[in-house]
């Protein structure tokens, strides 16, 4: 039974290891999840700037056709 004692304490994992390695893991969880709400918050910027852009040329342009018409009765 003696001979195993070594191999018991080459398996042994103290708190702090335990600790540390599942800080690490939290860690890079943490990253990989950043990464992907990066992304996602990224398409959906371009999408409410594409959209945004599109309302804003509709807009520009009824403004433009209500200058031309009341030009007209103006007149």
Same mark, same amino acid.
């Given at each position: 039974?003696?001979? !195993? !004692? ?8 103290? $708190?702090?290891?335990?600790?540390? %390695?599942?800080? =690490?893991?939290?860690?890079?969880? *943490?990253?990989?999840?950043?990464? $992907?709400?990066?992304?996602? *918050?990224? /398409?959906?910027? *371009? ?5 945004? /852009?599109?309302?804003?040329? &509709? $807009?520009? &342009? &009824?403004? %433009? ?9 103006? =007149?």
């Amino acid at each position: 039974m003696f001979f !195993l !004692l070594p191999a018991f304490t080459a398996l042994t994992v103290t $708190i702090g290891e335990a600790v540390g %390695l599942s800080a =690490a893991v939290v860690g890079i969880g *943490a990253g990989i999840k950043g990464a $992907i709400d990066y992304h996602k *918050a990224k /398409q959906l910027k *371009a999408e409410a700037e594409e959209e945004y /852009q599109e309302m804003a040329s &509709r $807009i520009k &342009r &009824r403004a %433009l056709r209500l200058k031309k018409n009341s030009k007209t009765l103006a =007149a």
